[in-house]
């Protein structure tokens, strides 16, 4: 009987660290699967340096991410190159919006040029803030930067989404480089799919019509930013929409009088400082550039009036007060004379 019984708790003990062994393997499978960094998604990561929605700046991004700002995701079919951030965090010197966006290292002229694409799809953007403020909602999700001037940027790509629409807007900023004080810079902004900048809410808690032909939450769509002889060629491309594409010289400026000034621009800022300027007429020829990409959150409280929770990052997780973007995609290209 002592001798039956002993040889039944082997048998068990055997099997229990077969299923130990088993389980051990299933895990390091998991370990591995969850180890995958940004850079082996993208690899031309070592072009890029990036600050975080806290703060952080890294200046090296091959092997690394940071669990709720940047690391990778996998929707069941694809992997994705995550960047999350808060309306409110630590950010740049030089603004009051916060980011999880990579920096391009080497810098172009627009005479040189330089060419960026990415694959994406915006899964979030604030969902607190003031309707009548342009920048409510919305997130920035590839740029063009001077690093010279009056620093500039001569492209913003933007998402928007007001509360309560199924459908978003995509749409391109160009930032005048201002003749003398750059007091009266202003943004001229055009539609790619959905509304542009100008449209906004009659009151904090109302909302323009919901755009037909916008891009929903989750949807994919991609864009290529080409900058060849100081000519700025810009492509948008989604399966469920019309291709759409731009042309816009970054070296001859269009509002370098007074009378060129858009009627958009006298509406946007008519109750701000802001916006009254006019633009040299080179524009950004022979200025320093450099392209951006991720999530660059235009929700701040200063200018929007999102609930920040204090500045608590993770309250405003739960609650709405962030921006989240899915790269698939994305390439860079430095051109030389």
């Known amino acids: 009987m002592k001798k039956s019984l002993f040889i039944v708790v082997l048998i068990l003990s055997i099997v229990s660290c077969k299923n130990n062994s088993k389980s051990t393997s299933i895990e390091k499978i998991v370990s591995k699967k969850e180890a995958k960094y940004p850079s082996d998604i993208m690899p031309f990561m ?7 929605g806290d703060g952080t700046r890294k200046e090296n991004l091959l092997k690394y991410k940071k669990e709720d700002f940047f690391y990778v995701e996998n929707d069941g079919v694809d992997d994705w190159v995550v960047y999350k951030t808060p309306n409110s965090g630590i950010t740049s010197k030089n603004s009051s919006n916060t980011r999880t966006e990579l920096h391009q290292k080497q810098y172009w002229i627009p005479e040189v040029g330089g060419k960026l694409t990415g694959t994406l799809k915006v899964q979030h953007v604030s969902t607190t803030g003031d309707a009548t403020k342009a920048s409510s909602y919305s997130v920035v999700i590839g740029q063009i930067h001077s690093d010279e001037g009056h620093e500039n940027e001569p492209l913003k790509i933007y998402y928007k989404k007001f509360p309560g629409h199924t459908k978003g807007s995509v749409f391109w900023n160009y930032e005048i480089n201002t003749k003398g004080n750059n007091i009266g810079r202003f943004d001229y902004s055009t539609a790619v799919w959905g509304h542009n900048f100008s449209v906004v809410g009659d009151s904090a808690n109302s909302y323009p019509k919901e755009p037909e032909n916008g891009i929903a939450l989750g949807e994919e769509f991609s864009y290529e930013v080409n900058v ?81 929770y204090g500045g608590d990052i993770s309250k405003q997780y739960a609650n709405g007060s962030f921006a989240e973007v899915w790269f698939k995609k994305a390439t860079l290209l430095s051109k030389t004379k």
């Open 46 to 52: 070592d072009e890029w340096k990036i600050l975080l």
């Open 228 to 308: 060849e002889n100081g000519i700025m060629y810009l492509t948008f491309t989604s399966e469920n929409h019309k291709t759409m594409q731009f042309t816009k010289s970054l070296v001859k400026s269009e509002f370098a009088t007074r009378k060129d000034i858009p009627e958009q621009v006298l509406k946007t800022y008519a109750n701000r400082e802001k916006g009254g300027g006019i633009e040299r007429e080179i524009a950004y020829a022979g200025e320093l550039q450099y392209f951006k990409q991720g999530a660059y959150n235009q929700a701040n409280f200063k200018s929007t009036k999102s609930e920040v």
